[in-house]
């Protein structure tokens, strides 16, 4: 049995509600260089039926054993994301929802964009992979990488 971790990241465009404010293939570019990434797919509405058959399809044919959900508020459709995971036989909590600590919102996507929507937008989705680095103080977001002078 193979042990290795595989995670899935997949980013809702969320109509033009997302992908109006982040440059969506260079967030996935990024993302598919990081550690234990097996699969980035983004898809208009993750939240649909099509998007939760991509997740359970890779689920069940790449053996993605971790999901990190770039979208909207956990709040909306999180119970869903957990049911796609389940119905594919993996534990649901395996589940990550990244941007779940900015409520998704025109005014507030506004205001990331401004500090870097990309930039913002994989550092949300690097947290989601990575929250016990992020937990224990081991984790620099990128954007306060970026503001640093040389």
């Known amino acids: 049995m193979d042990n ?7 980013i809702c465009h969320c109509g033009h509600n997302i992908a109006g404010v982040i440059d969506i293939p260079e967030v996935c570019q990024y993302v598919r260089r990081l550690d234990h990434v097996a699969v980035v797919r983004d898809y208009d509405y993750m939240c649909s039926n099509k ?10 044919q790449l053996g993605i054993n971790r999901v990190v959900v770039a979208a ?6 999180e119970q869903s994301f957990q049911n796609a995971l389940k119905g594919a ?8 929802i990244a941007f779940s600590t900015v409520p998704l ?3 507030k996507w506004g205001v990331a964009v401004l500090a870097g929507g990309s930039l913002f937008a994989v550092d ?4 989601a ?3 016990r680095l ?8 990128l954007s306060e990488k970026a503001k640093r002078p040389n």
Not at 124 to 127: D, F, L, S, Y
Not at 134 to 141: E, I, T, V
């Open 72 to 77: 909207c508020s956990p709040r909306l459709h």
């Open 134 to 141: 992020f937990s224990l103080g081991k984790w620099r977001p």
């Open 89 to 96: 036989g993996l534990n649901p909590y395996l589940l990550q």
């Open 105 to 107: 919102g025109i005014d």
């Open 51 to 60: 998007g939760y058959e991509l997740i359970t399809q890779d689920i069940k």
């Open 124 to 127: 949300e989705i690097r947290k």
């Open 4 to 10: 290795a971790i595989k995670v899935g990241v997949y």
């Open 129 to 131: 992979l990575f929250p």
